[in-house]
């Protein structure tokens, strides 16, 4: 159960960083949708859970210790190449959008230009990418606890002290602009994205496991977790619409409702977590393209960070509405790809 625990908090660590820390996320993808929205949680759970277990189990299976192995099988010689770029294409969007959001942050919080607190950001990775990245990278699941507990404060605040009826908090949320025409296109772009940023780590933690059983039951673990803290945070943001409509920073928002100091702490475990995955994900991607003991390594860092804070002043709102999406529907095609290697493997065949 120790290897299942473990293997469902990487799960877990992967996602949220990019995936719903900062509100914004849940905001576009689920609450905007009203009431709805629940199914949206319910539908992105079962998917995470049915992803989560097949790629652990895969890693498992293969006993990998690489990704490129676990690409590999799931895309076969032909799309296996093609699937890792698909991949490095998703981690270099996410760590731009963690870029912006860090600019977001210090203009919410302390009313900083959002292309200064993006630049800072910036600089902050690029220098701890040259130092050394692996036990920054560890600093996001010890995070976590910190970020759980925040949300169900957030979850309990809102409740509480929801002033409008639930029909007239539906209209406010159904005027918010949606990642997706229909909630559940967008419960399936949001698992998507998420998953191509996270399949080639959960694949390498399922090979941690001997017993496919063990990482199965991680995979769905952390599948389920996911799905609970989607549903918590939106149900938060929904009570509170009237306050968190329009705003960049949804659950920053809401700390800083509760009290100033509770808004504070929240802009730090948001930095944080920002901070975390900006490296995590450029780390990953910049080892893919070169040595890390190289001189090139560093080149490429810095063109990378360079390359992503410019893109980063389009603004946070506007890339998790427009990359995100982009993002979520070249991620399908992973998972397309996923579900046809599972069939086949359970069947003794692997693609090719």
């Not at 190289?294 to 990359?323: D, E, P, Q, W, Y």
């Amino acid at each position: 159960m120790k290897k299942s625990i473990q293997i469902a908090g990487a799960f877990v660590s992967l996602v949220v960083g990019a995936g719903f820390a900062s509100g914004q996320e849940i905001m576009q993808y689920f609450t905007s949708f009203g009431l709805m929205s629940v199914f949206g949680c319910i539908a992105a759970t079962i998917i995470f859970t049915m992803l989560g277990m097949t790629l652990a189990q895969i890693g498992s299976d293969l006993q990998t210790t690489s990704h490129k192995e676990g690409i590999q099988f799931i895309g076969g010689r032909f799309f296996g190449p093609v699937l890792d770029q698909l991949i490095s294409f998703v981690l270099f969007g996410i760590a731009v959008v963690m870029l912006a959001g860090a600019g977001s942050t210090f203009n919410q919080m302390y009313s900083v230009d959002a292309s200064i607190g993006s630049l800072f950001m910036a600089i902050l990775v690029v220098i701890t990418l040259m130092l050394n990245a692996e036990s920054i990278i560890k600093m996001l699941a010890a995070l976590m606890p910190y970020l759980l507990g925040i949300i169900f404060i957030l979850l309990i605040y809102s409740l509480f002290t929801m002033e409008y009826s639930v029909s007239e908090l539906n209209v406010i949320a159904k005027s918010q602009p949606s990642a997706s025409p229909h909630w559940f296109s967008s419960a399936v772009i949001y698992v998507s994205y998420n998953i191509a940023a996270g399949a080639a780590m959960l694949i390498v933690m399922g090979g941690t496991a001997t017993n496919r059983k063990v990482a199965r039951r991680g995979g769905a673990l952390g599948g389920i977790i996911l799905g609970l803290l989607i549903l918590l945070i939106n149900v938060a943001l929904f009570a509170k619409m009237d306050i968190v409509a329009g705003v960049e920073m949804p659950t920053l928002e809401l700390a800083k409702q509760i009290h100033p100091t509770v808004g504070i702490i929240m802009s730090f475990v948001l930095l944080a977590m920002i901070y975390s995955t900006a490296v995590g994900t450029l780390y990953i991607l910049a080892v893919r393209i070169v040595k890390q003991d190289r001189f090139a390594f560093k080149v490429v860092i810095n063109l990378l960070c360079i390359v992503g804070f410019a893109i980063s002043l389009v603004g946070f709102t506007t890339l998790i509405s427009k990359l995100y999406v982009i993002m979520g529907y070249l991620g399908i095609v992973l998972i397309l790809f996923i579900m046809i290697s599972a069939i086949f493997k359970s069947s003794g065949r692997k693609v090719t």
